[in-house]
């Protein structure tokens, strides 16, 4: 098919992220990705500052992940998991439970982020059933976040900004505190709010589920790792299962291997997925500790009642493991470091709201933003972004070089000025 028939097929056929099919958004053909670029059809190489949102840290065809892919092809694809287990799934739990924070010993293996959540959060629910305390059944969150698409997820997500305010009514209802402040000095009274909040709803909630230090596409809003000391705090004294979403913050994006490492806090429940392959394919992970495994096991049915198709796919197994020791033999601590550093120029735009955390750079204007014309901006100078709401922001590969971070900061600028 030529690059004309294969938009125009795509144009009448095929649905892409929150889009219309009677009325769709314009798509460009990308046909080849390598390093931190990725090539686009009458456009050429454009670097790229969304890492496939988020997921592809290492940047594309790196040589260590591709041969780790091709050794499991020529092993085999995917076998069942109920019943078997392999060693692609068991090296990659066991790294899991080596690199995430003390405590978390068990690892469910979910295809998407959004499963993972909904493992978490039915995770809370049959320890809650299991501990004798089945009334427990809503989730305490904050507003402002983004936990994923599917129903339990989209009830977790900001109730009000995010993409599912149309849900309401149909979703089940959950409790909401204030998004968490982005200044230190403004923590104390966000937290006295956010406990009185917990002591009223206490008897019937199950979990606290949060982003933790960088809500992401709720908003791109990173607040301090004190609040963090307070999730644990409240849940404690409440009895609320933990939950630490973080499958956009894992795996270094916000300078620390996991944002949970940045207060020293261990959640009792955390979910991994985006970059956890590189990239490559869709896996996610959940962790919980012995005490919500064994709490849980002695719900009615006995079992955590999930089990996907695709369960620990062992070619999605096998990259992820290839990826962590990558990030492990590698150096991307200097990596976000010198992003960091790169990405402090956004500062330069004027009248926008510019913040920079790890390798996260955000610049929120006073408008939404026009993405068509911000898009191609950005791509005038050489850089693929994909802004949303009045936001335009990258979470690069760690791959960029300083000068693929100069130019993405350039991209950014360009697509400000237009949208
Ligand atoms: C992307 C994301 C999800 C959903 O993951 P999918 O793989 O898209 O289902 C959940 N939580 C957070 C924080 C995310 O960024």
Avoid at 18 to 40: E, K, N
Avoid at 338 to 363: C, F, K, M, P, W
Wanted: proline share 5%; net charge negative; hydrophobic share 45%.
């Amino acid at each position: 098919m030529s690059p004309e028939d294969l938009l125009a097929f795509d144009r009448g056929h095929l649905w892409h992220p929150y889009t219309s099919m009677t009325d769709p958004a314009p798509v460009r053909l990308v046909t080849g990705a390598s390093g931190s670029r990725i090539t686009l059809d009458g456009v050429g190489d454009v670097v790229d500052g969304m890492a496939s949102w988020w997921s592809a840290i290492h940047g594309y065809r790196h040589p260590v992940l591709d041969e780790a892919a091709r050794r499991q092809l020529s092993r085999m694809s995917h076998v069942m998991f109920g019943g078997l287990t392999h060693e692609p799934a068991v090296e990659l739990a066991s790294r899991l439970v080596d690199l995430t924070p003390a405590g978390l010993e068990h690892v469910f293996l979910a295809d998407s982020g959004s499963v993972s959540v909904e493992v978490a959060m039915k995770m809370a629910l049959q320890y809650q059933r299991g501990t004798g305390r089945p009334e427990r059944t809503r989730f305490l969150t904050v507003r402002g976040g983004y936990h994923g698409d599917t129903f339990d997820c989209m009830s977790v997500c900001d109730p009000d900004g995010g993409m599912h305010a149309m849900w309401s009514g149909v979703l089940p209802e959950q409790v909401f505190g204030a998004r968490p402040p982005r200044l230190e000095s403004d923590v104390a009274a966000w937290a006295a709010d956010f406990r009185t909040l917990a002591a009223e709803h206490a008897d019937r909630l199950a979990g606290l589920i949060v982003e933790p230090l960088l809500q992401g596409a709720g908003g791109m809003h990173p607040y301090p790792a004190s609040c963090l000391a307070v999730f644990r705090e409240v849940a404690d004294e409440h009895g609320l299962v933990l939950i630490f979403d973080e499958i956009a913050t894992g795996f270094g994006r916000t300078g620390t291997l996991f944002a949970a490492d940045a207060a020293g806090v261990a959640p009792d429940v955390m979910c991994v997925g985006k970059a956890l392959t590189g990239g490559y394919l869709s896996l996610a992970a959940t962790l919980c500790t012995s005490e919500v495994a064994s709490g849980l096991s002695a719900s009615d049915s006995g079992v955590l009642m999930h089990g996907p198709t695709f369960m620990g796919n062992p070619l999605a197994c096998a990259i992820a493991t290839a990826s962590l020791d990558l990030l492990s033999t590698g150096d991307w601590r200097a990596d976000v470091c010198r992003i960091n550093t790169g990405l402090q120029s956004l500062h330069e735009i004027a009248a926008a709201d510019v913040r920079v955390l790890g390798a996260v750079g955000v610049v929120q204007l006073d408008h939404p933003v026009d993405v068509d014309k911000a898009t191609a901006a950005a791509l005038a100078e050489g850089v693929w972004l994909r802004p949303f709401r009045d936001l335009i922001y990258t979470m690069p590969p760690y791959v960029c070089t300083d000068d693929d971070i100069a130019a993405i900061c350039r991209g950014i600028a360009a697509a400000a000025a237009v949208a």
